[in-house]
């Protein structure tokens, strides 16, 4: 499959290049407050994956981004894509949040540990949280886009259009 180029956008921070091999992982993770081992790998094998990392649950800024991504999930399924936040929060945390600010809409994991986002280069320095980054992930395991900016605005258009544009390109 080719490499579609879309426009990365960073104005916060660097993210993973673009056409970059995504580091696959697995996590816990809850939908709808359902614990589950969400793997990427898997994932990929059904279509493009949206991979999005915020903060911490229950801010101001993660919960606008979580109702943002729940209120688009018919556009993100209609492209066959899988939508996954991940935070550096425990799984108890997201339990919770999976359901009231997620809308049991798409699930979230946790990296208590922050190994997955410094895998993507979407750790915070000196704090322990994630920087609000957000990537498409081909089916083949590449980066077709990623956008690093603190307010929520942004993402859920710029991931759309990255899909669309992959979409298109096939």
Do not use: N
């Amino acid at each position: 499959m080719a490499f579609v180029g879309v426009i990365s956008l960073s104005p916060a921070r660097a993210a993973l290049k673009l056409g970059s091999a995504a580091p696959l992982f697995d996590a816990p993770a809850s939908l709808g407050g359902k614990e589950f081992r969400f793997s990427l790998a898997d994932a990929l094998h059904r279509g493009p994956v949206v991979l999005y990392f915020y903060p911490a649950a229950f801010t101001r800024g993660c919960t606008i981004e979580a109702h943002d991504f729940a209120d688009a999930m018919d556009q993100f399924k209609a492209l066959g894509a899988t939508v996954i936040g991940v935070s550096m929060d425990k799984i108890e945390t997201l339990d919770r949040f999976s359901v009231s600010e997620c809308r049991s809409r798409f699930p979230v994991a946790a990296d208590p540990d922050g190994k997955i986002a410094t895998s993507y280069d979407s750790r915070m320095p000196l704090v322990h949280y994630a920087s609000r980054t957000s990537y498409v992930i081909a089916p083949d395991g590449h980066v077709l886009f990623a956008y690093s900016a603190m307010a929520p605005a942004g993402h859920i258009s710029g991931t759309l259009a990255a899909l669309h544009a992959w979409k298109a390109a096939r």
